[in-house]
């Protein structure tokens, strides 16, 4: 999946996290910052990096900003911001990538 | 040393606090303890004036000297402006390695934390600290061991001379020219005394401070003219607004709401539940609620509770004045009702040492039936933590939790599950302030788990069937199932502070933070993702 814009989903609400998007040229980058960063930063890192795989976003620099988000919350706001930074929104592969 | 809640207590700590690793919780039962008075300067002269113009020619007076020992109560919370007041002229005339023995220490005290840097402040003792104070301890910045207290602990410490006092500042709302105080009245007006008694028994030197001085004799005095040395008159002690609030509006949130109803579930399917019970329980909105769910049944059946006690709220000083508890027992005002109920006749004010201390013959949490209480994580051993957080930064305080715990036949802890994405209820707590041996029920949203050392509660609940029943370990499960297990937050080797228990013995260790980078960063080239595929560039994810 191409990044051809920035975008952003989520917010910074309790529980929820703010993904941003960008290009990139060479490769992704990924910043993570949380307020669980102590307890759950690894695994937070490991799901953003999975969903990324997932779409095949190869050149993108990424930041989240966690606030305790659960799993499936950064999953679904990855995948969000990475569909609007790809202007994919009219065209989302339910039951294909996003599942 | 391993202590008796498995925790790991080093020699080296053992060695420089001269304390022994705890022991259980009746260790110094009907032990014999020799008991401390202060060494202090009779005032036998009717020409002398206790009157002091100011904070600097108290500190003179009582020879204030670097390394010396000064302590503050904290009824007046987050409005207390008596602490920064003192340690800033403290600070101002030079002097160095100060312990501030505190019973309490909040965000109020957050402007402290460069006298912690520049070594203006080398100790801290006190009930826990919340705010900037915390974090400055965790981060190691505190030069000697911080000491966390329960109410009745520290007490019993300055009881028995364990801790010293050099200096105790007492803030009064009301006080006369003789040292005569109350903690009613006036402009900070906070209804009671209660944690600086001892204070004004055991320190060597004692100073009053108000901003509202009224003729002599201010009587009934809560503190008497015998204990203080100096009166000082200043513009203003505290903040009204932050010292007492209007009671807190009902909880609407629908998780404290099932939480609350479960509480409330357990004591009345308990068999203390019967005319004559007692009852302590805090100001959070579950706590609340549970109290007013209390009451309609208290009414249904015709139970009255024989006393209340503890930090008071509207929700408590109310069944007095509706006739369903006799009498409350008060060592702090949580809002400005419960405040104004002392003009009740059966409203009393207690010592802290009357309410907790667990070295004198025998302090009110030991006649408790049922007491409430919130925690920050409970284990699957039951152990509560309410002083570090679960990132591993020091961010609460003990207050009555383990006296209370200890004392009442039957402690229940309220905790929802999850804090976010934390679980409060977990395999080990970050640092043990209560044993698991107080505590008997833990109430959370998903379920009630009973200590299995109380059979005769879970037969009762059982019996009852009015909760929905399940191990410690399982609610531990569903916590994880949802949140996933959390990393174990690391820490250096330095400790920065002790948990003590109740008689003195040390119940866990605080460690120094380790420094973290945030945000974490992970890069990864395109090429090298195609070459290496991902389980080999997984392993070096996240630093």
Not at chain 2, 55 to 71: F, P, Q
Not at chain 2, 210 to 233: G, R
């Amino acid at each position: 999946m191409e990044i051809i814009k920035t975008a952003v989903a989520g917010t910074l609400e309790s529980s929820d996290c703010m993904v941003t998007i960008e290009p990139a040229q060479k490769g992704l980058e990924l910043d993570l910052e949380s307020a669980v960063i102590r307890q759950y930063g690894k695994r937070i890192m490991e799901v953003a990096l999975e969903t990324l795989d997932r779409l095949d976003v190869q050149n993108a620099r990424v930041s989240i900003v966690d606030k305790g988000a659960l799993d499936c919350t950064i999953k679904a706001r990855v995948e969000c911001a990475a569909m609007r930074a790809a202007e994919h929104e009219g065209r989302i592969s339910w039951g294909g990538v996003i599942r | 040393m391993i202590n008796a809640v498995g925790r790991d207590i080093p020699e080296e700590i053992l060695e420089i606090t001269g304390k022994e690793p705890f022991q259980g919780n009746f260790y110094k039962d009907d032990k014999s303890t020799v008991m401390r008075g202060p060494t202090i300067r009779p005032v036998m002269n009717n020409q002398k004036s206790k009157l002091v113009a100011n904070i600097r020619e108290a500190l003179i007076k009582c020879e204030a000297h670097d390394g010396m020992t000064v302590s503050f109560h904290h009824h007046f919370r987050d409005g207390d402006l008596i602490v920064n007041m003192v340690m800033k002229e403290i600070h101002d005339m030079g002097f160095r390695n100060i312990t501030i023995c505190a019973t309490s220490l909040g965000k109020a005290h957050d402007p402290l934390v460069p006298m912690i840097e520049d070594g203006t402040i080398t100790g801290i003792e006190s009930s826990g600290v919340r705010g900037k104070i915390g974090e400055a301890i965790s981060q190691g910045k505190l030069k000697g061991l911080a000491v966390m207290r329960s109410h009745g602990g520290r007490v019993r410490a300055l009881a028995t001379g364990e801790a010293h006092v050099d200096i105790a500042f007492i803030g009064a709302p009301t006080a006369d020219d003789y040292g005569n105080l109350r903690g009613i009245g006036g402009k900070a007006d906070c209804g009671v005394l209660s944690y600086a008694i001892v204070d004004g028994n055991h320190a060597d030197h004692c100073v009053a401070i108000t901003d509202c001085l009224v003729p002599y004799p201010n009587f009934p005095a809560h503190i008497s003219q015998t204990k203080v040395d100096y009166v000082c008159v200043v513009d203003e002690i505290g903040v009204p607004s932050k010292i007492a609030s209007g009671a807190a509006k009902p909880t609407t949130d629908q998780r404290k709401l099932l939480m609350a109803q479960y509480c409330t579930d357990v004591v009345v399917n308990t068999p203390w539940f019967k005319d004559g019970f007692s009852y302590q329980t805090g100001v959070g909105g579950a706590s609340i609620a549970s109290t007013q769910y209390l009451a309609e049944i208290m009414r249904e059946r015709n139970i009255h509770m024989g006393f209340g006690v503890g930090g008071l709220t509207k929700a408590m000083c109310q069944l007095l004045d509706d006739g369903m508890a006799r009498v409350m027992l008060d060592v702090q005002d949580f809002d400005l009702d419960a405040v104004h109920n002392l003009k009740n006749v059966n409203h009393h004010r207690i010592p802290a040492g009357v309410y907790a201390n667990p070295l004198n013959k025998g302090a009110v949490v030991n006649k408790l039936d049922y007491v409430v209480l919130a925690s920050l994580e409970v284990d699957v051993h039951f152990n509560c933590n309410v002083v570090v957080g679960s990132d591993g930064m020091i961010t609460g305080a003990q207050g009555g939790h383990p006296d209370t715990a200890q004392g009442a036949k039957c402690a229940i802890v309220i905790c929802p599950l999850l804090q976010g994405r934390i679980p409060a209820i977990c395999t080990d707590v970050t640092t043990v302030t209560t044993p698991g041996e107080s505590i008997d029920v833990v109430v959370t949203d998903y379920g009630v788990a009973v200590n299995p050392a109380r059979q005769d509660i879970l037969q009762a609940l059982k019996e009852a069937d009015c909760v929905p029943l399940k191990t410690i370990e399982e609610l531990r499960d569903i916590a994880y199932s949802i949140v996933g297990e959390p990393e174990k937050v690391e820490f250096e080797d330095r400790i920065v502070g002790i948990i003590e228990a109740r008689d003195g013995t040390i119940m866990d260790v605080v460690r120094q933070i380790k420094d973290i980078e945030q945000p974490t960063v992970y890069r990864r080239k395109t090429a090298k993702r195609k070459a290496g595929g991902t389980a080999a560039s997984r392993s070096s994810r996240a630093k």
